[in-house]
């Protein structure tokens, strides 16, 4: 296995990434997009670790969160085991979203798919299934 498979994997999808961006309008900013993404990802978090996960203050986080909030795509409550603090959700509003952007991205990608033989799409559809376990995999806590 080559060495410089995972800097060449991250790379590729930048640039699948900043292709899909360039071809389409996207019903809320990448940006928020991404932070949707997580909190559908974590179910529920709180605004410190979306900064952390984010790499950016907590300040710029509680802006986002509030731009979301403000759309109706993520709601706050109260932290049950800390009453300082809040949980943001994401709502069917956000939900429905962030689909509608992973769908729009998609079609910009599948004119580029569809000039793929058969033989590459089977292999990109089994390589989306490896990375799917790989994440997976980084993601599920150690027993």
Do not use: W
Request: glycine fraction near 4%; hydrophobic fraction near 40%; charge should be positive.
């Amino acid at each position: 296995m080559s060495s410089t498979l995972g800097s060449d994997l991250l790379a590729v999808v930048a640039r699948i990434n900043r292709l899909a961006n360039q071809r389409v309008r996207m019903p809320v900013p990448f940006a928020q997009a991404r932070l949707l993404s997580t909190i559908e990802d974590k179910g529920e978090a709180r605004i410190s670790d979306l900064a952390a996960l984010d790499h950016c203050s907590q300040p710029t986080m509680t802006t986002q969160v509030r731009r979301l909030e403000d759309a109706g795509m993520v709601t706050r409550t109260t932290d049950p085991k800390d009453a300082r603090a809040v949980l943001i959700r994401i709502t069917p509003d956000g939900v429905a979203a962030l689909r509608q952007a992973r769908a729009d991205r998609g079609a910009a990608i599948d004119p580029h798919l569809e000039r793929l033989s058969d033989a590459d799409r089977a292999c990109l559809a089994q390589a989306v299934g490896v990375m799917r376990r790989l994440i997976e995999g980084a993601t599920t806590p150690s027993s």
